[in-house]
Nanobody, 122 residues
Framework: QVQLAESGGGLVQAGGSLKLSCSAS????????MGWLRQAPGKEREFVAG????????KYADSVKGRFTISRDNAENTVYLQMDSLNPEDTAVYYC???????????????WGQGTQVTVSS
């Protein structure tokens, strides 16, 4: 029903920043909680950050707390992930997904986009 498209990834040095965007179409964006997940080579997909429909509730994985900030603009049907103080362990393909409620498990989110590659060099 809703289609998602991630963008904003790239190559950055350790300590640098990137801002990812996820644009939604084909659905009512404000009805969905949104989340960011990532998958590194050889690893399972893991939860990164989530945000409620109104933006009033956010959740983060322990590994990114204090460094990443999730936000959304319902008028623009877009969710963002501001990533600061990046380190090589953040290297992964980043996906956004939609959910009914904000949870910290990857399985709660669906309608994943194609993903955007984030590579952090040391």
């Amino acid at each position: 029903q809703v289609q998602l498209a991630e963008s904003g990834g790239g190559l950055v040095q350790a300590g640098g920043s990137l801002k990812l965007s996820c644009s939604a179409s084909g659905g009512t964006f404000s009805r969905y909680a949104m989340g960011w997940l990532r998958q590194a080579p050889g690893k399972e997909r893991e939860f990164v950050a989530g945000i409620s429909q109104s933006g009033g509730t956010t959740k983060y994985a322990d590994s990114v707390k204090g460094r990443f900030t999730i936000s959304r603009d319902n008028a623009e049907n877009t969710v963002y992930l501001q990533m600061d103080s990046l380190n090589p362990e953040d290297t992964a393909v980043y996906y956004c997904g939609a959910s009914i409620v904000v949870l910290t498990t990857p399985s709660a989110y669906g309608n994943w986009g194609q993903g955007t590659q984030v590579t952090v060099s040391s």
